[in-house]
C-alpha cells in the first residue's frame, strides 16, 4: 500500500518538475542538420573575399569623414548608397539624419538590428592610410566599424531573403555619443510591431571574435545634475549679515558622498560623483551663489532614480539648513538621462547561444556589470533585447587602447564576426517567436 501511494505521487509531482525546465526552442534552428547547412551559408557569405573587402572599404570611407551627433549627412548618404545597390528599400530621414531599412516578408514577426553612427570631438593620434580627414572629429567609438557590419549583415540578409520568415528592421541611428539619437528614433516609430532587438558593440576589453554579454541588467543608467544654492552676499568679515551659500554647497556634497556609503546596500553598486564646483571671486567677500554638478549612476532603474531622487532631497535639505535655496537641474540636452542597459533574460539567451554558434562556445564570456552607460538602453525600455560586446584586441594590429582614446584602433578581422552574428540571429528569430517557453 505505502508503495502504491508513492508511486502515485510520483506520477502527480513529475509533471510539475517537468514545467520549470527552461529551454530556448528556437536554437534548433542551428543544431539540426539543415540549420548546420544554414550556419555554414552565413559564414561563407560573411567570409567571402568580395564581402569582407567590401566592408572594409565601407568602414574605411567613414573613418575618413567622420561626423559628430546628428550632423551624419555624408555617413547617411554612404548607407543609402549601399543600400540602393543592394536594392534594399528604406526610410529616409529618420530623426533627422538616421536611415531605417526592412529585409524579408513584410509580415510578423519583425525583429531590428541596430548599428551607431556618429563619431567624437577627439583628434586622432593614429597614423595610417586611412586616418581622419577632418581636424577634432574622430570615430574613436567603433561606430564606423558597426554601420559596416550592419551593412554586411544587410548584404547576408537580402542574399538569403528566400529563407526570412520574418521582417528584419535594420536601423542606423545618429547621436549615440549625445545620448539621444535612440529616444529620437523610437519617437519615430522605427519599434512599431517589433518584437525584439539587438544591438552590438565592439570594444578592446575583449580579444577579437569573443562575445560578451550577461543577462538582465549589465550597462549603468547615466545622469548628471547641476545644483545651484543662492544666498545673501555680503563680506566675509561679518559673516552674520550673510547666509552662505559656499557653506551650504559644501555640506551638501559631502553629504551627497553620504547616500552611497551609508545609504545604499554596498552590494548594489552606485556611482554619485561631484566633478564642478564654482563659486565668488574675491577671498573676502560671501558671494550670492554658488553652483556645483556631477554624475550619478546605477544598475537597476529603481537604485537609479531613487538616487536621482535622493540628490534633491540632499542638496535642498542642506541648502534650507544654512538659510539658503537650492535649484536642482538634471541635465537634459547636453548630458540627458540615459537608463540602465537591461538585457531581456530570454533574447540574451537567443543570442547567447547564435553567437556561440557563430564564434564557438570557448569565444563567449559572461561580461561583468560595467558603469559605462549607452542609449541602446532605451530600445529596451520598449522592447525585449539584448546588448553584445564584440572583442576586438589584437596586440599586433594595435587595437589595445579602449573607446574614446585618440589612439583606439580596431582589428577589421572582426567585421565579418559581427555582420555574421547579426544575420545570424535575425534568421533565427522566427523560430524563437513561434515557440512557447515552459515555465
Known amino acids: 500500500m505505502d508503495h502504491l501511494r508513492l508511486i502515485l505521487l510520483l506520477f502527480l509531482f513529475l509533471p510539475t518538475c517537468f514545467s520549470f525546465t527552461f529551454q530556448t526552442p528556437s536554437i534548433n534552428e542551428f543544431t539540426n542538420q539543415s540549420s548546420s547547412s544554414l550556419k555554414q551559408k552565413i559564414l561563407e557569405l560573411a567570409n567571402s573575399p568580395g564581402t569582407l573587402k567590401w566592408m572594409k572599404r565601407i568602414r574605411r570611407e567613414i573613418h575618413e569623414h567622420p561626423e559628430l551627433a546628428n550632423e551624419e549627412f555624408r555617413t547617411s548618404a554612404l548607407i543609402r548608397r549601399e543600400l540602393d545597390q543592394l536594392g534594399v528599400a528604406y526610410d529616409w530621414p529618420v530623426a533627422g539624419t538616421g536611415v531605417v531599412a526592412k529585409i524579408g516578408s513584410g509580415s510578423p514577426p519583425f525583429v531590428a538590428l541596430r548599428a551607431d553612427m556618429d563619431a567624437l570631438p577627439i583628434q586622432e593620434r593614429v ?9 577634432g572629429k574622430m570615430h574613436a567609438c567603433a561606430h564606423d566599424a558597426h554601420v559596416a557590419m ?12 528566400d529563407m526570412l520568415q520574418t521582417t528584419v528592421v535594420l536601423i542606423f541611428q545618429p ?9 529620437e528614433m523610437i519617437q519615430e516609430k522605427v519599434l512599431e510591431d517589433v518584437g525584439a532587438i539587438l544591438g552590438l558593440h565592439l570594444g578592446s576589453e575583449y580579444e577579437t571574435g569573443v562575445v560578451a554579454s550577461r543577462p538582465g ?3 549603468a543608467g547615466c545622469g548628471g545634475f547641476k545644483a545651484k544654492i543662492s544666498g545673501k552676499r555680503g563680506l566675509a568679515g561679518v559673516p552674520q549679515h550673510c547666509y552662505d551659500p559656499v557653506l551650504a554647497a559644501s555640506t551638501s556634497v559631502i553629504s551627497l558622498q553620504n547616500i552611497v556609503s551609508r545609504e545604499v546596500d554596498p552590494l548594489d553598486s552606485q556611482v554619485l560623483s561631484v566633478a564642478m564646483i564654482n563659486a565668488g571671486y574675491a577671498h573676502d567677500v560671501i558671494p550670492d551663489s554658488a553652483t556645483f554638478g556631477g554624475t550619478f549612476r546605477a544598475f537597476s532603474k529603481k537604485s537609479f532614480y531613487g538616487l536621482r531622487k535622493r540628490i534633491e532631497e540632499v542638496v535642498k535639505g542642506q541648502a534650507e539648513v544654512h538659510r539658503c535655496h537650492a535649484e536642482v537641474e538634471f541635465l537634459g540636452n547636453e548630458h540627458p538621462t540615459i537608463p540602465p542597459t537591461t538585457n531581456d533574460v530570454r533574447i540574451y539567451e537567443l543570442a547567447h547561444q547564435v553567437s556561440s554558434k557563430i564564434v564557438g562556445e570557448d569565444n563567449i564570456e559572461l561580461a561583468p556589470l560595467f558603469t559605462g552607460s549607452e542609449d541602446f538602453a532605451f530600445y529596451l525600455e520598449k522592447v525585449p533585447g539584448t546588448f553584445l560586446l564584440l572583442g576586438t584586441r589584437n596586440e599586433k594590429s594595435g587595437s589595445t587602447y579602449p573607446a574614446h582614446s585618440p589612439y583606439f584602433f580596431i582589428d577589421e578581422d572582426v567585421l565579418p564576426i559581427g555582420a555574421a552574428i547579426h544575420a545570424a540571429f535575425a534568421l533565427s528569430y522566427h523560430s524563437y517567436s513561434t515557440n512557447s517557453y515552459s515555465l
Open 175 to 183: 547621436a549615440e555619443e549625445r545620448g539621444t539619437g535612440a529616444k
Open 127 to 135: 597614423d595610417w592610410e586611412h586616418k581622419s580627414k577632418v581636424d
Open 150 to 161: 550592419l551593412l554586411g549583415a544587410t548584404k547576408i540578409l537580402q542574399e538569403m531573403k
Open 217 to 219: 541588467e549589465f550597462l
